[in-house]
């Protein structure tokens, strides 16, 4: 099983609500990233946990909000969001072997609208 | 800081030979890797280069020059479905990942 999945895939909230993006893989992995990817631009990494830790917060707001309650899923909590906050939010693992080679897996992710 | 220039926008016809250019400016290589993502779609990986030379995978092929800071991918015998967006990457300490911009492809018919 080389799948990372995502719920949901579409997501469309106001500015005053709370929503949580999931994120679920089942290879072992024990690294697990949030990207942002707004159209036609490259992702940018939000965050990383490894080993469950939250190892790098790219300076994101804290409205929103990361969680790892296991090495397989890792959720991103979000509330009071922006509309600028409208993109596709994309979740990826990777076994975090230390090695230069470790191959980031991606989900489909969830396009969120922010009303 | 870690920056990845590539070009926007590439057209090419079915069967063409297609090369996607990257340099870099990086505290610390760990190596190039290169993505594809089609639209609407998750990024998937393609290849990988830690050292100076090809890796060829298929119809892909990437190359790196560390010396030159220069890495490229090369699409052969095009088809219709590898129209999709390319990205160069690279991965600091830490597993960050830095993408260039994207090489949005185009194949014609």
């Known amino acids: 099983d080389t799948e990372v999945t995502q719920t949901p895939k579409h997501l469309v909230m106001g500015m005053t609500n709370k929503k949580s993006l999931k994120c679920e893989q089942h290879?072992?992995?024990?690294?697990m990233y949030w990207y942002k990817q707004k159209a036609k631009k490259p992702p940018e990494l939000m965050f990383v946990y490894s080993y469950e830790k939250l190892s790098i917060n790219e300076s994101v707001p804290s409205r929103f909000s990361p969680e790892c309650p296991n090495s397989s899923l890792l959720n991103l909590h979000l509330h009071a969001l922006q509309p600028e906050d409208s993109a596709l939010y994309l979740c990826a693992s990777s076994q975090d072997s230390g090695l230069r080679t470790d191959t980031q897996y991606f989900g489909p992710g969830t396009r969120l609208t922010v009303l | 800081g870690q920056s990845l220039e590539q070009p926007s926008e590439v057209t090419a016809v079915e069967g063409a030979i297609v090369q996607i250019n990257c340099t870099y400016q990086?505290?610390?290589?760990?190596?190039l890797s290169w993505y594809q993502q089609h639209d609407g779609g998750a990024p998937t990986f393609l290849s990988y280069?830690?050292?100076?030379g090809l890796e060829e995978t298929g119809r892909f092929s990437s190359f790196l020059s560390r010396s030159d800071s220069y890495g490229y991918l090369l699409l052969q015998e095009l088809q219709m479905k590898d129209s999709a967006s390319y990205f160069c990457?690279?991965?600091?300490?830490?597993?960050?990942?830095?993408f260039g911009g994207g090489t949005r492809v185009l194949v014609k018919p």
């Open positions: 290879m072992g992995h024990r690294a």
């Open positions: 280069n830690a050292l100076d």
């Open positions: 990457s690279h991965k600091a300490a830490g597993n960050k990942l830095t």
């Open positions: 990086t505290s610390g290589f760990y190596g």
